[in-house]
């Protein structure tokens, strides 16, 4: 089967949610405070046990559990789940319970370090997106899977009638550029400095971690873009883009952890080997959040 345009669901700023963790355990309370407050700032929708969320760390029980709070939670906002792995069986078993949830999406990589041909990946991503009941998300990101998605095998994948959409981390403006011509996938932003360029290229939005802060900032860039004010769009981004780059000065989720931190609505704690923001970044962050301009959507006390 064939899509003849993109997915229409996949549009606007997707929150990668990050996994708050209280003295080693997936820490609830604080996930639901946050939920809460997110669901009502404008974003699309969220984004469950994405590599924001310290995935690779959490039991597939706790994925579960996770992914059961946001989804009681939410609002009725759609959720995507993320599903990496590079064991086929093992990764069909788990989007066999994942079918179990109502499910706007699943976020799947290529399978890591294993380095798979093309055919190799065509197949596996055409065997997930038969067995999902949602539609599949491609993430197309060569520097955490080691393996590098080419334009062909994007364009055969798009043929699927359950593959509705990439978040692409590719790194390849070409490759950007033809998917978003071509039109049968909803191109989403992964890369949360590529944002503006995405969209004004007729990406239909983004998934990105730094909307943790200032969210209606970027749900207006979205908005703006859609509606033609690309002067407003690049007004805004460049006011977030100091915060943007310091976000990723060190590996991230650790600085989000650390300024989420700071305005109370976590505790700032990863689970090794992922490591907290140093305390100079933290204190950097701090400082630049603070000076700038505080708006609706902006993170405060909770």
Known sequence: MQNTQSHPGFRGIWLPLVTPFHRGEVDFDALQRLVGHFSVTG????????????????????QLAVLDTVLECANGLPVIMGLAGNHLGHVLARLGRCNER????????????????????RDYFRRLADASRAPLVLYDIP????????????????????IGAIKDCGGNALNTQALIADGRLAVLAGEDHQLLGTLALGGQGAIIACAHFHP????????????????????????????????????NPGPIKALLAR????????????????????????????AMDIVSGAVSQP
């Open 263 to 290: 305005h109370g609505w976590l505790r700032d704690e990863l689970r090794a080997p992922m490591t907290c923001a140093s305390p100079e970044l933290a204190n950097q962050l701090a400082a630049m959040f603070d």
């Open 143 to 162: 520097y955490r899977t080691g393996t590098t998605l080419m334009l062909e095998t994007l364009l055969s994948l798009a043929d699927h009638g359950n």
């Open 216 to 251: 209606e900032r970027f749900v207006a860039i979205w908005r703006a873009v859609s509606e033609g004010r690309l002067d407003e769009a690049r007004r805004l981004f460049y006011a977030l883009m100091p915060l943007i780059q310091t976000l990723f000065a060190e590996p």
């Open 102 to 121: 109502p499910l706007a999406g699943v976020l799947a990589p290529a399978p890591y370090y294993i380095r798979p041909s093309q055919d190799g990946l």
């Open 43 to 62: 974003i699309a929708g969220f984004v469950v046990c994405g590599s924001t969320g310290e995935a690779a760390a959490l039991e597939e029980p706790e």
